[in-house]
């Protein structure tokens, strides 16, 4: 890509550590200045060394505040590119940008069909699938952990589950009633060789199914690839449909195309 160096567009991108530095780095090298919103410091630290006007770490603080940011920091567009199951800050932008006629644009990869996955429309769900005396592993966000539990152990499975190392995380663990022996704190994709300490879990607690959310992203496509290798039932959880008032992209030439072919 040759950076357009006359282009003054402004693009606050709102996304984690998967898909928002690939974004930001094609933004600025097409002469978009972009401010970055990430939750978290590590979720931040790709993002360092690159030509951002700046980058905002932690929570935005709802709709209000919001609407707040837009009117110290105008922007051109707001770039929505959070994890799809993270409603409540979509919802959020949504509602600050339909409020003040800001542009907003919702980045979303593709959802690939997975012929061995079981796409479960809710976890509700998962109560009528065949998995009594299966062990179950729950590779979910911490929000979704303790009624997953629930309904797998109402299922007759056997409950195990993989977190992030946060305290709400090990908070919602407990919750869930998953004892230390089968609860691990990792990171996913960590390790010399992605994948290999997941299937180091299936392996030592004798895992047989699994259960994710449909986020297309690198994930999900870890445990689709394990769920072959090893023999697993995989299990996912259904992406949310994007707002229909908001425009969606799945690609970055789509986005770039959008972006420039709206913009004045």
């Not at 790709?46 to 935005?60: C, N, Q, S």
């Not at 105008?74 to 959020?92: K, Y």
Request: glycine residues 10%; proline residues 5%.
């Amino acid at each position: 890509m040759h950076r357009q160096t006359n282009r003054q567009g402004t693009v606050w991108l709102l996304a984690g550590t998967g898909d928002g530095p690939p974004l930001a780095a094609a933004l600025i090298s097409q002469g978009w200045r972009v401010h970055v919103s990430v939750v978290s410091d590590m979720a931040a630290h790709p993002y360092r060394g690159m030509a951002v006007e700046a980058i905002h770490v932690g929570a935005l603080g709802g709709s209000q505040a919001i609407s707040q940011w837009l009117q110290r920091i105008p922007v051109d567009w707001v770039v929505d590119a959070t994890h799809p199951f993270a409603l409540r800050i979509s919802t959020q932008l949504h509602q600050s940008c339909q409020g003040s006629g800001q542009q907003l644009v919702r980045f979303e990869r593709l959802r690939e069909a997975s012929g061995k996955a079981v796409v479960l429309g809710s976890i509700a769900d998962l109560a009528n699938q065949p998995l009594a005396g299966q062990r179950l592993l729950l590779a979910l966000g911490a929000r979704q952990l303790v009624e997953a539990a629930k309904v797998a152990r109402q299922a007759g499975a056997i409950v195990f589950a993989r977190v992030l190392p946060s305290p709400m995380s090990l908070v919602q663990a407990a919750a869930a009633g998953v004892s230390q022996e089968q609860l691990a704190v990792v990171r996913p994709l960590q390790g010399s060789e992605p994948g290999a300490l997941e299937a180091a879990l299936c392996r030592r607690w004798g895992i047989t199914d699994v259960l994710c959310r449909q986020s297309g992203g690198a994930t999900e496509s870890l445990w689709e690839n394990l769920s072959m290798e090893m023999g697993l039932g995989l299990w996912l959880l259904r992406r949310p449909v994007p707002m229909a008032d908001v425009p969606v992209v799945h690609s970055l030439d789509q986005l770039l195309v959008h972006l420039n072919g709206t913009t004045p």
